[in-house]
């Protein structure tokens, strides 16, 4: 998804430093590692900063929620997790792994493979069955369709929908879409579970049943980025990073 002129961004901000620090020789041991992270948009003879200087790290395991009011870069800084957008300056570090070294198809493989999304919509293809939805980063993956079938079940039976598997998105609950986005999302064992706000489309109570299943994935050894507006689902996570104006405001352990 990145041009030849991104590309030769990339290349131009290797030589870069970030506001005074040195590029880092090594690489971090660290699921996550930002570095000094900006992102620039260019409005006409102005530029707007959405994300400014921001570093932070994230381990395996843990269960992180990044919170910030609309406008705050919450936004922008879960496209840069996930590798849908690149960073204007600073260095991102996913398994050890620069992302400005990598190429289009090293990117494909790391949204296909690394990084499992969640969407406040559920983006599920409408005609399709629960688990021909869980199926699909499976398919993508060329796996062969016995093998993607076993692993489609056992995903959807992960958050409690063994008995829904041949019924379309018309015919489920708000909440039960959402599992089978969840499970969608987990069937290629991950390294990260990445949500944007995992919740908005949900009733209150639709919503903790939700927040409760996050809880269970997160004890059985998943680490769980999840990006919201809402304090009460932040509070959540074990950990929380508050954006405010493009900065990080607060990042503090909560349990």
Not at 26 to 36: F, G, V
Request: hydrophobic letters at 35%; charged letters at 25%; aromatic letters at 6%.
């Amino acid at each position: 998804m990145y041009d030849t002129k991104s590309d030769q961004m990339y290349r131009f901000m290797e030589n870069e430093e970030s506001e005074g620090q040195p590029r880092s020789n090594q690489a971090p041991r660290t699921l996550i590692s930002m570095e000094n992270i900006w992102k620039t948009y260019q409005m006409g003879v102005e530029q707007l900063h959405a994300l400014r200087d921001v570093s932070f790290q994230v381990e395996k395991g843990e269960y992180l929620a990044i919170i910030g009011p609309s406008g705050s870069g919450k936004s922008t800084l879960m496209n840069l997790i996930g590798c849908l957008d690149s960073p204007s300056k600073g260095n991102y570090w996913i398994n050890g792994n620069l992302v400005s070294d990598m190429t289009d198809d090293e990117l494909a493989r790391i949204r296909n493979k690394e990084i499992g999304f969640v969407f406040q919509t559920f983006n599920l293809l409408a005609r399709a069955t629960a688990l021909h939805n869980v199926e699909l980063p499976l398919i993508y993956a060329g796996m062969r369709a016995a093998e993607r079938h076993e692993k489609a079940m056992q995903a959807l039976e992960s958050v409690e929908l063994g008995d829904r598997v041949g019924h379309k998105p018309n015919e489920l609950s708000g909440g039960q879409r959402q599992r089978v986005a969840i499970a969608r999302a987990l069937v290629n064992h991950p390294s990260i579970l990445l949500a944007d706000e995992p919740t908005g489309a949900l009733d209150t109570k639709t919503s903790y049943e939700i927040m409760e299943l996050f809880e269970k994935l997160h004890q059985e050894g998943n680490t769980i980025i999840l990006v919201t507006h809402e304090h009460d689902i932040a509070e959540r996570a074990h950990r929380i990073i508050t954006i405010r104006d493009g900065k990080i405001e607060k990042d503090e352990k909560t349990k």
